[in-house]
């Protein structure tokens, strides 16, 4: 496992004393922790091997010559999931500082980027709702979402007209 440096758990102790001392309106990271689902060590140590069962999983699949299966798109938003729970510990960490592009410390212009990017995640790839849907029709198997041109080749769907797509 990675050591913390120390300077980064002294600014992240500094961080929840500031959230906690201010009661009010600076309290952002302190509500972030809070509504961060706390996990156990043995729950934290079963989610860290999760993307390597996906990827023999699908690997396993592919020698069976098996068409991709949903493998890809739990990771896709397991992806999303971590990217917004190290937001939320960049944020406690940096505080108001991390929205500085430029910073006396260069870890808050890290930071920043950080959390610029973080939305990303969620985009690039196919959104968590495609995702979302995925998952559920493949997986639960809940009907597919309406679609008056299914089945129709693109060339024939309606190009910008009154009661077409």
Do not use: Y
């Amino acid at each position: 496992m990675t050591e913390i440096p120390e300077h980064l758990l002294k600014r992240a102790q500094e961080a929840r004393e500031r959230a906690a001392a201010s009661g009010g309106g600076d309290a952002a990271p302190a509500e972030a922790a809070a509504s961060a689902p706390e996990q156990t060590p043995e729950q934290a140590a079963a989610a860290s091997k999760i993307p390597q069962h996906l990827l023999d999983r699908a690997k396993a699949a592919r020698e069976l010559g098996r068409p991709p299966g949903s493998e890809g798109s739990i990771g896709k938003l397991a992806v999303s999931e971590i990217a917004r729970r190290c937001n939320h510990v960049h944020s406690m960490i940096s505080g108001a500082n991390g929205m500085l592009k430029e910073s006396n410390d260069p870890i808050d212009s890290v930071i920043a980027e950080v959390l610029v990017s973080t939305p990303a995640q969620s985009i690039a790839g196919g959104t968590d709702e495609i995702q979302h849907n995925i998952l559920g029709e493949n997986m639960l198997g809940l009907p597919k979402e309406p679609a008056v041109d299914r089945g129709m080749p693109f060339r024939d769907v309606g190009k910008g007209q009154p009661g077409s797509l």
